[in-house]
């Protein structure tokens, strides 16, 4: 993350470009004429990039800001337009707090570049200097918006690993390390998982030499109370197993443990700000590939629940390892709310393309309150349903339940979450299918970048709606 | 379709008899009259058979006694569920659940006295829609396996009432069928030319039907339905329909009253064109044209049922084919509403067909709102499935009306997202929109490539589109629908102007 600090006036040493965000139809007098020659107006997400004798200015179109999030973007576009510079200066005098705040975030966010495999790493923005009139009631906001965008780039970070780096065992070893913020970290492994019975879990990791592990993360918070769970898919690679997946693209499936990245980057920013709320997350982490001793297509499975499952498609085991983590959640925290996270189906991709993720659920409040906070920290997700079709269509005449349907035209992102529906029990249960959202399409630049989607969305959630000990 | 008439209750002579019974409370309230008599006249077998079969009157039991005596063929006990659980909605299932156990019979009477007489009216429709069959192309099928059902008589306590109720449910239920059969219709039957012939048929109704074909198009600039139509041979229609029922169907508009107005997709066969779609399965694209027909079958309801309003439902008609003259990717068409499209995929013609049709539907009858049906996406599918119709609009209120008319009637539908996001999908490097924005929301963007058609020069037009791609054909049995076309929207759509455009 940029080095941030808030400062009265620009420094004299190597300030960097000067970024100034311009509210549509106000530009700076002293620009006006260039701003005029380029038709700069102002418009969101525009940069005009001055260089002159005094120094570079930014001017960043922030458009007609209406909330935080617009700031934000504003603060996304003056890191992305800063090029081959190592620090920036961006002017928030003038602005409230929230709003300059706000700026600090989005420039964070947006100056985020996976790399840390490159051997030559060019000239990247590394520090941050905000002008404020009062650095001081600058800081509190920020902190607190600090926590989130850190626990939304760990969530970056570890989506981005490769998978030969990234392995369930590296993946818990990362996780252990947030010990060091006061989390609270079990890794289960083979024989623990063996003894308590998660049948589909260890079934979708048998078929690699990495085996599966389940991490669970406790924040203990201040009050006692029942947490609110967090799960996420963590499927360290996803070759779709014996139901292979074409090899066109087949390196995105790194990013098949999204959910799991975005749920610990949840418990990160909870454990940054001292979230009184007591909170857990459930991740389990495993490969889907393809060995001698990989399951099949028609295995039956019995999961943790008891439950038994016909494997129709080892593609469709994201559900599959999610089973056992709710069952688990479920049986052993009894938490107030489960909210899952997972890049599960090719179906919501379809649905709802790459702009919202898919909200389902059991608890009409929580869904409610999921859908509200994400439109706030824009990551918007959008209610679909679970229809009693979509529950008929799993039944099995070998297995209590099918894992899938086959077929063509399948609302697979329903099956899915009537699916993981049977697992959640009476505990209020929200599914987030973020197949679409987790990554971004970066268009010429290269391949898909993630976007630690859901972490920030989980942090507000709770903030917003678990941290009233009178009310749980 | 079974003649339905209204009797008092009083033990048939003849024929079966369905008795609709409600989950009984412990030490249940005195069975009806008729209930007596008949358990007089065959000795007590009713009370015997259901005791034997454990039946309680929950929903989805039934219990069949053969020619229990009394002149009776046979009796069917069908359980209501529980009496305060007796909505409209389950009234008509049950009267779905007992088509098919009195097809083979040629009369039958439910007593159905018990039920408000409404809820009688309703079980009426619900076996009436269930009760649906296209046969028109069987002509080896066996004497036996053919349904005979004649006549069916409810009895209820209150005829004139359940007959009140039941003239209107009775013109939709037509127009259901209308739309079931214009769908069920073979491709080779019904072309472009033959499904507005069958909308000069609503004449009869008191509807104006004017047709357009390709002569009276061109001179307009309908580039884009023109463009879908130019492969096949068979030539395209526009058809507009007109109900003037607000001035009390004296075929007058009444003054200044803007119409509400429909439109339909009606493709009557989708080969996709030159981005021909694979070999398996095509043979369902004859339901291509079900948006149209559902426009066609909500017509023949309003008008059926003399509704007070004014209202307009225009179809484009077109076949779609690959052939030398046809369409190809990378076409740039001109709509009627001026905009140029770049035709991407020759398989996404709908939104092409829709495009002039709602362009037209404005420039001519600026209408209070606008809805349009249409099969229109395989990605409605693969979002919902086919228990919802996917709902797009510009419009919470009209969104929020269609969803509860749609939950009302058992059509229901769910509320997709648009943005400017997906808005941007639609970007060509050639014209002003490409006719596909790839695979990632393809239903929104579709529906997106549509709303650039809805104009809004003159102040917001409220507009809805639904995709009906998952609703218009059932692959197996519902309550109310039989295996097959199900007519979805015509229930949806007469109820949503019966509850707040009429009077």
């Excluded at chain 2, 409600?22 to 009806?32: L, Y």
């Excluded at chain 2, 083979?104 to 009760?131: D, I, K, S, W, Y």
């Excluded at chain 2, 004296?250 to 080969?271: C, E, L, Y």
């Excluded at chain 2, 050639?430 to 549509?450: C, E, L, Q, W």
Aim: include cysteine; proline fraction near 6%.
């Amino acid at each position: 993350m940029l080095k941030v600090r808030f400062r009265r006036e620009m420094r004299r040493e190597a300030p960097g470009p000067l970024a100034i965000p311009v509210v549509r139809g106000a530009i700076p007098l002293s620009w006006a004429e260039a701003a005029a020659a380029a038709r700069f107006t102002g418009m969101p997400g525009r940069v005009l990039d001055l260089p002159g004798p005094a120094g570079r200015v930014l001017l960043v179109g922030a458009g007609t800001p209406a909330s935080a999030l617009d700031w934000e973007q504003a603060g996304a576009a003056a890191a992305g337009g800063t090029g081959r510079a190592a620090r920036l200066t961006l002017d928030a005098r003038g602005l409230a707090p929230e709003a300059a705040v706000a700026l600090a975030a989005g420039a964070c966010l947006g100056a985020w570049r996976p790399g840390r495999h490159q051997s030559v790493r060019g000239i990247r923005l590394a520090a941050l200097d905000l002008l404020v009139d009062s650095p001081e009631a600058a800081a509190g906001p920020w902190e607190r918006a600090a926590a989130a965008v850190r626990g939304c780039l760990l969530a970056r970070e570890l989506t981005a690993e490769p998978a030969n780096h990234l392995t369930p065992k590296a993946f818990a070893a990362r996780l252990e390390r947030l010990a060091e913020h006061g989390i609270a970290v079990d890794v289960l492994g083979r024989k623990r998982l063996t003894r308590a019975g998660f049948g589909a879990l260890l079934a979708v990791g048998r078929g690699s030499a990495h085996a599966p592990r389940l991490a669970v993360l406790r924040w203990r918070g201040s009050f006692a109370a029942p947490p609110v769970a967090f799960l996420g898919k963590g499927i360290c690679f996803d070759t779709g197993g014996l139901s292979l997946k074409p090899a066109a693209g087949m390196e995105a499936m790194r990013h098949d443990m999204a959910g799991a990245a975005a749920c610990a980057g949840a418990m990160l920013a909870l454990a940054l700000r001292r979230s009184p709320a007591p909170a857990l997350a459930v991740l389990p982490l495993a490969e889907n590939a393809i060995g001698a001793e990989a399951y099949r297509p028609g295995d039956v499975l019995r999961t943790l629940s008891g439950r038994t499952v016909e494997v129709m498609d080892t593609d469709a085991e994201g559900r599959l390892v999610l089973a056992d983590a709710l069952h688990w959640a479920r049986t052993r925290f009894a938490p107030r709310a489960m909210l899952d996270l997972a890049t599960l189906t090719g179906s919501v991709v379809t649905a709802l393309g790459r702009h919202r993720a898919g909200l389902f659920g059991t608890d009409a409040a929580l869904l409610a309150q999921v859908a509200a906070v994400g439109e706030a920290v824009g990551e918007p997700v959008w209610p679909l349903p679970i229809g009693r079709r979509h529950r008929e269509d799993l039944d099995s005449d070998i297995a209590d339940l099918k894992q899938c349907a086959t077929g063509r035209w399948l609302p697979d992102a329903c099956h899915a979450a009537a699916f993981l529906r049977e697992f959640a029990g009476e505990t209020p249960w929200a599914h987030l299918d973020i197949a679409g959202v987790a990554t971004r399409e970066e268009g010429e630049q290269g391949p898909d970048q993630p976007t630690g989607f859901g972490a920030r969305l989980l942090d507000a959630l709770v903030e917003r709606h678990f941290e009233d000990p009178d009310r749980h | 379709m079974p003649d339905i008439a209204f009797v008092k209750p009083a033990l048939p002579r003849s024929g079966a008899l369905v008795l609709p019974l409600p989950e009984a409370a412990e030490g249940a309230e005195p069975a009806s009259t008729l209930r007596q008599a008949l358990e007089e006249a065959t000795g007590g077998a009713l009370a015997r058979a259901l005791e034997a079969a454990a039946f309680k009157g929950r929903k989805g039991q039934s219990c069949t006694l053969w020619a229990p005596g009394a002149g009776l063929s046979k009796i069917v006990a069908i359980g209501l569920g529980k009496p305060d659980e007796l909505t409209p909605e389950a009234a008509e299932a049950a009267g779905g659940a007992i088509a098919p156990m009195i097809a083979q019979e040629r009369e039958a009477m439910v007593a159905a006295e018990g039920m408000a007489p409404e809820l009688g009216a309703a079980l009426a429709l619900g076996l009436t829609l269930r009760g649906y069959r296209f046969d028109r192309y069987r002509t080896q099928e066996k004497e036996e396996d053919r349904p005979r059902l004649e006549r069916v008589a409810i009895a209820t306590a209150d005829t004139a009432a359940a007959k009140a109720a039941w003239a209107p449910m009775r013109a939709v239920a037509d127009g259901v069928a209308l739309a079931r059969d214009l769908v069920s219709e073979p491709p080779n039957v019904l072309g472009p030319e033959e499904m507005a012939e069958r909308c000069r048929g609503l004449e009869k109704l008191g509807i104006e039907v004017e047709v357009l074909g390709p002569k009276e198009m061109k001179k307009l600039g309908f580039g884009a339905l023109l463009g879908v139509a130019q492969g096949s041979a068979r030539e395209p229609r526009l058809v507009v329909m007109q109900w003037l029922g607000a001035s009390g169907g004296k075929g007058k508009r009444a003054g200044g009253a803007k119409p509400v107005a429909f439109i339909g997709k009606g493709v009557t066969f989708d080969t996709g064109g030159i981005s021909i779609k694979p070999a398996q399965g095509m043979e369902e694209m004859k339901f291509d044209m079900a948006g149209a027909g559902a426009v066609i079958g909500l017509m023949a309801a309003l008008a059926g049922r003399k509704a007070r309003l004014d209202a307009v439902g225009v179809v484009g008609l077109v076949e779609n084919m690959p052939s030398g003259t046809a369409q190809r990717p990378g076409d740039v068409v001109k709509t009627y509403s001026g905009q140029t499209v770049e035709v991407i995929n020759t398989d996404a013609e709908g939104r092409l067909v829709l495009a002039d049709a709602l362009w037209y539907c404005q420039e001519r009858f600026q209408p209070r709102f606008m809805v349009d049906l249409a099969t229109l996406t395989g990605a409605i599918i693969i979002s919902l499935g086919h228990e919802h119709a996917g709902l797009f609009s510009n419009d919470d209120e009209l969104a929020q009306r269609i969803m509860a008319a749609g939950k009302a009637v058992s059509e229901p539908c769910w509320r997709m997202p648009m943005g400017e996001a997906y808005d941007k999908q639609l970007k060509s490097d050639i014209a002003d929109m490409k006719n596909v924005g790839g695979r990632p929301g393809g239903s929104i963007t579709a529906a997106h490539f549509i709303q650039r058609f809805v104009d809004t020069r003159r102040g917001h037009m409220p507009w809805a589109h639904l995709d009906i791609a998952g609703t218009a054909w059932a692959s197996k049995d519902l309550p109310t629908v039989p295996k097959g076309a199900t007519g979805f929207g015509v229930r949806l759509l007469d109820r949503l102007v019966a509850e707040h455009y009429e009077g």
